[in-house]
C-alpha cells in the first residue's frame, strides 16, 4: 500500500482522535481494522478500514443494533470518515451477519476516485465467524455513493477481510 499523505494522512489523524473520543465516552465495544479491494469505475486500489462499534444499544429479536465510526483510507489517496449505525446478526454457534449504514466525508485524493460530492454513504455487510469470546474474523462487501445527491454518482464497491476484537 502507498505512504498516506497530505489530506489523507490528516483524515487518518482525524479517525484516531474521534475513536479515542469515542472509546473514552460511548463504552466502544468492538474494534474493527479491514484490507481489502475497492472498484472504482477506471481504476481498483486497496484500501484499509478502521471501525469503532459501540456496545449493543438496542436489541431486535436477536438483532443487536448500536453505533459506529469508521474510516477508509486508499492507496489511490481517497479517504472516508463517517458513523452511523451498525447491527450483528448470529446465525449458529459462532457465525454471524453484519452490516452498517454510515454517512460520512469523502476526499477523493484525486479525478480517478471522484465520487460526485464530499458526502457519501457507505452501505456494508458481511458474513463472520467469531474465533473466541473476544475475537472475530469475517468477509464484508461494501458500497459507497452519494445516493444521486449530485450530479454525477459513480459510486464505488469494495470486499475486504476484517478482524474483529472486543475490548
Known amino acids: 500500500m502507498a505512504i498516506i499523505q497530505g489530506r489523507t494522512a490528516r483524515a487518518g489523524a482525524i479517525a484516531i482522535t474521534l475513536a479515542t473520543a469515542a472509546a473514552g465516552s460511548a463504552q466502544a465495544a468492538d474494534f474493527v481494522i479491514g484490507a481489502g479491494r475497492l ?4 481504476d481498483d486500489a486497496a484500501y484499509l478500514a478502521l471501525e469503532l462499534h459501540s456496545e449493543t444499544m438496542w436489541s431486535l429479536g436477536g438483532l443487536d443494533v448500536g ?3 469508521g474510516a477508509v483510507f486508499s492507496d489511490a489517496s481517497s479517504s472516508w470518515l463517517g458513523g452511523g449505525v451498525t447491527a ?5 454457534y459462532r457465525w454471524f451477519v453484519e452490516g452498517s449504514f454510515m454517512p460520512g466525508l469523502y ?6 476516485t471522484d465520487l460526485g460530492n464530499d458526502l457519501e454513504f457507505r452501505t456494508q455487510i458481511g458474513i463472520g465467524y467469531r474465533l473466541n469470546e473476544r475475537s472475530a474474523v469475517s468477509l464484508a462487501a ?3 455513493s452519494n445516493a444521486d445527491t449530485a450530479d454525477e454518482n459513480p459510486g464505488v464497491n469494495g470486499v475486504s477481510l476484517r478482524l474483529r476484537t472486543n475490548f
Do not use: E, T, V
Request: hydrophobic share 35%; no cysteine; charged share 15%.
Open 39 to 42: 472498484d472504482y469505475r477506471n
Open 67 to 69: 453505533l459506529g465510526l
Open 88 to 92: 450483528l446478526y448470529p446465525i449458529g
Open 107 to 112: 476526499d477523493a485524493g484525486g479525478y480517478a
Open 142 to 144: 461494501s458500497h459507497m
